[in-house]
């Protein structure tokens, strides 16, 4: 499997007007984040509300961002449910309209044991070649996957290929690190310096929507422990836009923002 998730990969929001999903304001962000230098874009994951919108809006909104996207920029889409049969349609339909990669969050509401959500990924694996991204979240599906269990997926299943930890625990990341080849990405973006210290590949946040330079650059300088002195100074620049972003549940605090501090 050559695709690896590599640098700032943006988790866009849907956006709507009048109770529609607004296509042409999608067309516009696809293309300024192609100008600013996002690493990639992942559409319908949480900050796109993929697990509230209709299954038609879900599937639209994947293809139109990938056909705007025009192989300009990677596109992960999100495939993941609580529904593996479903979860397998989408990523299906995903690899059809040529997706890079399928975000596969652990299922919500139901929580699995571990060897269940061991049998759901698998599934999923075995069901599609599309290269996968697991997404561990427990703060927002009650189910928290375990650094063994990520090792399992990835011993039975060599297309999931990176892992986006959203726990918010560096003890996990360094865990999962110790016991795995797994691409690590960052789940939260107050922890992007850290991740990519302890060998991170990339983020898969929010931030980046509102600075979506800064944040590609970060992850540039900040990998391995690069160059520690502008890691420090775009930390404390995006830290108050990652505070702010999350005073509410997300997407709520990013669709009532405009823009950011001017460049540091």
């Known amino acids: 499997m050559s695709w690896r998730l590599r640098g700032s990969y943006v988790a866009l929001p849907t956006p709507f007007r009048a109770g529609a999903v607004d296509f042409a304001a999608l067309d516009a962000l696809v293309d300024w984040h192609v100008e600013q230098g996002s690493d990639g874009l992942v559409a319908v994951g949480t900050t796109g509300e993929g697990a509230t919108l209709t299954d038609y809006e879900r599937r639209s909104v994947i293809e139109r961002t990938i056909q705007r996207s025009a192989r300009r920029i990677p596109v992960v889409a999100g495939v993941g449910t609580n529904n593996t049969a479903q979860s397998i349609e989408l990523a299906r339909f995903a690899t059809s309209v040529g997706a ?68 918010g625990s560096l003890e996990r990341a360094q865990q999962v690190s110790a016991v795995c080849d797994i691409d690590l990405v960052a789940g939260e973006d107050s922890l992007i310096a ?71």
């Open 194 to 264: 850290d991740f990519m210290a302890l060998g991170g590949t990339g983020v898969i946040g929010v931030v980046a929507n509102l600075a979506p330079a800064q944040v590609a650059e970060l992850c540039r300088v900040a990998r391995h422990g690069g160059d520690f002195e502008r890691t420090e100074e775009l930390v404390a620049w995006l830290a108050p836009l990652c505070r702010d972003l999350f005073v509410e549940t997300n997407p709520t605090g990013l669709l009532g923002a405009s823009h950011g501090p001017g460049r540091p």
């Open 100 to 167: 890079d990669a399928g975000l596969v969050v652990t299922p919500y509401y139901n929580k699995p044991t571990q060897a269940g959500l061991v049998a759901h990924f698998c599934a999923i694996a075995e069901a599609t070649e599309l290269p996968l991204v697991l997404y561990n979240v427990p703060s927002r599906t009650g189910c928290d996957m375990k650094a063994a269990t990520v090792a399992e997926v990835r011993r039975r299943a060599p297309t999931a290929v990176a892992l986006k930890e959203a726990s």
